[in-house]
């Protein structure tokens, strides 16, 4: 897929609850780049000392029709609180799009569950989209801490059927994602998962012990994200490998983790 | 428009401007972002007669203006590229020049030779610097006498334009220069990464996997240029200046300094297009100033 640097715009930049950005970017030059679900973005960060490199964000959702780029982001540090005050209007430079992305579960007989916790719900939006484009049903599965973390179930609602954990118990199922009992009372034929590492491991682990193929999303530290500098690498069956270019999306199969 | 060319010893560049190796892959990593053939030189990986797995993650940490890695030479191997990375990039239209890696003068001297047999490679940038791997590297770097013993080495192997690149972490960077200079190369390039270190204070750790990184970006230029500026002086063969290079501006001072090219690194993560801007802005500094050629200019602030 062609890659582009971009100049967009800032639609608007909501907080969807404290710490965290909803931004919406348009192209003023021309129509949103061929985006796959799970590519990601890399986010220029104005004049700072130290945000010299770009910000790795996953593609939340495309919207072709309105010329749209959403991207859900954490503020933790520097570059991501300035990415999340961006004003409308304002104008981010933007490499897109970046990596490969999930396998688009298709045919009749797939049910892929899409399983998320915290920011890592972000790409599976898109991801449900395409599915539900191809004639697929995804069923969601999102976790957080307590209600007021959950984020966008309104538009995970527009695209499928939402399942959500809490640990308090205060919406949802009370527990873990990998304790929901939607795990028992259906089949599914793939699971993809992005989240924390503890959790994308659980979550590993729980499809593995079903025999269901699983992919999960990885989030390591990235210089160029382009394939170019070998920063980011994760150590897989093929030896180290740069997450930008061959993941950030990889089977559990093509990983070391211990699951 | 002035006369962008440049020659480094037997070598023409269309403009003096080139990518630093490990930067920019094998050139391909870029081809949407710039038109490979306005770079005077694409430098690719480091390259070893073995594969080399190289440093656990995570392998970089930001800094100020710049970042540390420690990547540690990761490439399949000097064979793995003559049989599947070079045929995909020998008709890219400008120099391609490999970076050489090795443990030992013997591996150096190897590993360039399979090099030498590649019609379309014309030149080496043989890596004595290299900070992040324990064994061989920067160990023959940082001595006159273990440069001077893999130039040797690699020289009676390798008969095309061999450019020897030079480590910043030494006591007296224009001596080595003279040592490489003694044993034939035909041009040196500086710097490579200063060694630095980072801790993540949060977690009470190292941030690298080794502990250490090199240092690259603007943080480091200031360095890097007043070491092109008394290399440029302790030697009569070409310098290729690098070190925290982002835009013409930079660029240009290091030509003042004296090197004869320049090769822009780090900042190509910022700006995939940065190159390309340099070498207009270059082209657009000379015209403005009335100097008909970049070699106008090379090494004339005193
Ligand atoms: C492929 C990919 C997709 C991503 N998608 C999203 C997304 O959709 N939304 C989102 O909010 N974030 C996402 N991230 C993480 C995001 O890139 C980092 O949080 C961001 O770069 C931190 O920048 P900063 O300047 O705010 O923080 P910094 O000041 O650089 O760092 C603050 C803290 O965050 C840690 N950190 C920095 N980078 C990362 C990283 N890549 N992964 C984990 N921890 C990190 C640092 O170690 C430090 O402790 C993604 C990362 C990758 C690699
Ligand atoms: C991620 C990364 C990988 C590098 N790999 C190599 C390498 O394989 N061989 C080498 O000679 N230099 C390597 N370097 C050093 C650069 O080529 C260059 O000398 C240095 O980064 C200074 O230039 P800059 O500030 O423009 O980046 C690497 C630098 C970085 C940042
Ligand atoms: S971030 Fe540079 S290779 Fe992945």
């Known amino acids: ?259 | 428009m002035a006369d962008l060319n440049v020659n480094i010893g037997g070598l023409s560049l269309k403009n003096p401007v080139m990518t630093a190796s490990g930067t920019f892959g094998y050139g391909l990593e870029y081809a949407d972002f710039v038109d490979l053939s306005q770079i005077g030189g694409i430098i690719v990986k480091g390259t070893t007669l073995e594969p080399r797995q190289g440093n656990p993650y995570p392998r970089m940490a930001e800094t100020p203006h710049g970042m540390l890695n420690c990547v540690g030479l990761q490439n399949k191997g000097v064979d793995y590229f003559c049989e599947h990375i070079y045929p995909t990039i020998k008709d890219i239209d400008t120099n391609m020049i490999v970076n050489v890696s090795g443990s030992s003068p013997e591996s150096y001297a190897e590993c360039a030779a399979h090099v030498d047999a590649l019609d379309k490679i014309p030149a080496i940038e043989l890596n004595i610097s290299c900070p992040n791997v324990k064994q061989g590297g920067m160990a023959f770097g940082v001595t006159a006498q273990g440069a001077a013993q893999v130039v040797k080495a690699v020289r009676k192997a390798y008969n095309k334009t061999l450019i020897v690149k030079l480590s910043p972490n030494v006591t007296d960077i224009c001596e080595i220069a003279r040592a490489v200079e003694a044993e034939g190369a035909d041009s040196v390039s500086l710097i490579n990464t200063l060694m630095g270190m980072s801790i993540d204070a949060e977690r009470r750790r190292r941030t690298l996997s080794i502990g250490t990184g090199g240092l690259s970006g603007p943080a480091v230029k200031p360095v890097a240029l007043r070491m092109v500026y008394q290399v440029a002086r302790a030697v009569k063969i070409p310098v290729i200046g690098l070190g925290g290079i982002s835009n013409a501006t930079d660029a240009l001072e290091f030509l003042l300094a004296g090197a004869s090219a320049i090769q822009i690194g780090t900042m190509n993560f910022v700006d995939p297009a940065v190159t390309v801007k340099v070498a207009q802005g270059i082209n657009e500094y000379l015209d403005r100033h009335g100097f008909k050629s970049v070699d106008d200019i090379v090494g004339i602030v005193d």
């Not at chain 1, 890592?120 to 069923?139: C, D, M, N, R, S």
């Not at chain 1, 729980?206 to 690498?233: I, R, T």
């Open chain 1, 1 to 259: 897929m062609k890659k582009y640097i971009l100049d967009l715009r800032v639609v608007s930049n909501e907080h969807p609850r404290a710490g965290y950005a909803l931004l919406k970017l348009t192209n003023p030059d021309g129509p949103m780049p061929e985006i796959a679900p799970g590519q990601f973005v890399q986010l220029a960060v104005s004049d700072s000392p130290s945000t010299m490199l770009r910000r790795p964000i996953s593609v939340h959702h495309v919207d072709y029709d309105s010329n749209q780029l959403w991207l859900l982001i954490h503020m933790i540090g520097e570059g991501t609180n300035k990415l999340g005050n961006l004003r409308p209007g304002d104008t981010v430079n933007t490499i897109v799009p970046l990596g490969k992305g999930f396998s688009l579960a298709s045919g009749s007989v797939a049910k892929p569950l899409l399983v998320g916790g915290g920011v890592g719900i972000a790409p599976l939006l898109y991801f449900g989209a395409k599915l539900k484009e191809q004639g697929v049903e995804p069923t969601f599965l999102l976790g957080a801490r307590s209600k007021d973390d959950l984020m966008q179930l309104d538009e995970f609602e527009k695209v499928g059927r939402v399942f959500l954990t809490t640990e308090d118990g205060s919406v949802g199922e009370k527990g873990f994602v990998t304790q929901h009992s939607i795990w028992n009372q259906e089949t599914f034929t793939s699971v993809h998962c992005c989240g924390p590492k503890p959790m994308m491991v659980a979550v590993a682990k729980v499809a593995k012990g079903k025999g269901v193929e699983c992919e999960v999303s990885l989030e390591n530290m990235m210089a160029c994200g382009l394939g170019a500098c070998l920063c980011c690498v994760e150590d897989t069956q093929q030896g180290n490998v740069c997450v930008c270019k061959e993941g950030p999306v990889f089977n559990i199969n093509e990983l070391k983790w211990l699951i």
